[in-house]
């Protein structure tokens, strides 16, 4: 436990540190079922300590190695006794991440460190709602002055074997919580800079075309790769609306 707490603390500096590297992947299977895994790279966080001096990464003779799979649905089922004692609120945020792995990788020899939320679902509506799980994922152990504003959009998902959207679809929120949101975006968009969010997408059959025009593929066409940075993309998520069509 106190290797997770240190690496939860970890997470909670890197949310705040540029040059940070998300990867939005989804690997579908011919059935439509699949596995969607938000990737984030934080090896910069690590690098960048190093050159500030810090004494954790600077002299550890022992350089720390971690690989390690938190499975939600076993923690909770465990943990259950111990989590109906936390309030409310922390109830529900544990509660909502029960189809949810995370893959903590942390290598302080070659700087590298890594960490994986990842879903499997049978259906893509499963994916409805899941940047909020994330989110819920990532503000574990996170102590907030403030509840963090409800973001203004979400993305929506189809696909028939055929034919895959992305989708952003603005949500009905109110004048207030929208100005809250964009408040929150400002406060943190220095903080983006660097930063880059691409999408990663393995489908089962060759893509014929997509209506993404910067994107590019794989030699067998199978996998979609778009690159772009989390600010642009933050300030604008439409910008990531496609189409795509498999032969």
Aim: charged share 30%; proline share 3%; glycine share 2%.
């Amino acid at each position: 436990m106190k290797i997770l707490t240190k690496l939860f603390y970890l997470l909670i500096l890197v949310i705040f540190i540029s040059s940070c590297q998300f990867t939005e992947q989804i690997d579908f299977k011919e059935n439509g079922s699949g596995t969607y895994t938000l990737k984030m790279d934080m090896s910069a966080m690590i690098t960048a300590m190093k050159k500030m001096g810090d004494s954790t990464t600077t002299k550890n003779k022992n350089p720390e190695m971690i690989d390690s799979i938190i499975d939600f649905e076993t923690f909770l089922v465990e943990k259950k006794d111990s989590i109906s004692k936390l309030p409310k609120e922390e109830q529900e945020k544990l509660n909502a991440l029960k189809d949810m792995k995370m893959r903590i990788q942390m290598n302080e020899e070659t700087d590298a460190f890594n960490m994986d939320f990842i879903f499997d679902f049978n259906n893509i509506a499963e994916l409805d709602n899941i940047q909020e799980k994330v989110s819920k994922g990532q503000s574990i152990n996170k102590k907030e002055t403030a509840p963090t504003p409800e973001a203004p959009t979400e993305v929506i998902y189809s696909f028939n074997g055929k034919k895959f959207n992305r989708t952003v679809k603005d949500k009905n929120l109110s004048k207030e919580a929208i100005e809250a949101y964009d408040l929150s975006m400002k406060q943190s968009s220095s903080m983006m800079d660097g930063s880059a969010y691409n999408i990663e997408y393995h489908f089962p059959k060759p893509i014929k075309s997509t209506s993404f025009k910067e994107a590019t593929f794989s030699g067998d066409r199978k996998t979609l790769y778009i690159k772009s940075d989390l600010k642009t993309v933050t300030s604008n998520p439409h910008l990531l609306e496609f189409e795509v069509i498999l032969e």
